[in-house]
């Protein structure tokens, strides 16, 4: 039977595309979930003929309320995980008790070191020798569930906060792809 899972993200989705371009990839992509109407992944979504779901939080009276209409979505199509890729906001408990043990994300350090925004600039501003990348199941805080993989990458002398992100950003294109087919495939649990 195919595993069905959704990517939630609210930027550009150079992960989702990467999610969309492994080509071993042991679950289906069958829904984009983003909270930015205008966001640059919606039209990546459409390039590869994914349904999206945008909405715009500030329509709903809380978060459990989005949070339910998602989760009927979900229900409806059965997807049976979520991967955050970029996704800027924290999940919920409506999301997180229907979808226990079934969402990660993908955070541009090595937690617990540099969680919240801008942990590139972060790592980078602090004078770090090394930061990374890191994909762990999703609970109630800011980056903090447990950690299933991490890649580490050093920050050269002179480098650049452009040069750093290029090579973060092709880890985690290798990474999160290697991860959700082992979460998918029972070989990692929380
Ligand atoms: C990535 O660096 C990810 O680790 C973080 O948000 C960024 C999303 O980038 N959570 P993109 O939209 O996938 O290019």
Known sequence: ????????????????????????????????????????VIDKAASYDIPTLVFNPKEYSSKSEYEKMIHRQLQHQGISWIFLAGYMRLIGNTLLDEYESKILNIHPSLLPFFPGKDAIGQAY??????????????????????VIAQESVM??????????????????????????????????RE
């Open 125 to 146: 501003d602090a004078g770090a020798r090394e930061t990374g990348v890191s994909i762990h199941f999703v609970d109630a805080g800011m980056d903090t569930g447990p």
């Open 155 to 188: 920050i050269e002398e002179n480098d650049t906060i452009e040069k750093l992100k290029e090579r973060i950003q092709k880890v985690e294109h290798h990474l999160y792809p290697k991860v959700i087919n082992q979460v998918v495939s029972n070989k990692v």
């Open 1 to 40: 039977m195919t595993i069905k899972a959704a990517v939630f993200a609210s930027g550009t989705g150079s992960n989702f595309e990467a999610i969309m371009e492994a080509t071993d990839l042991k679950c289906k992509i069958t829904l984009l979930v983003c909270d930015k109407p205008g966001a640059l």
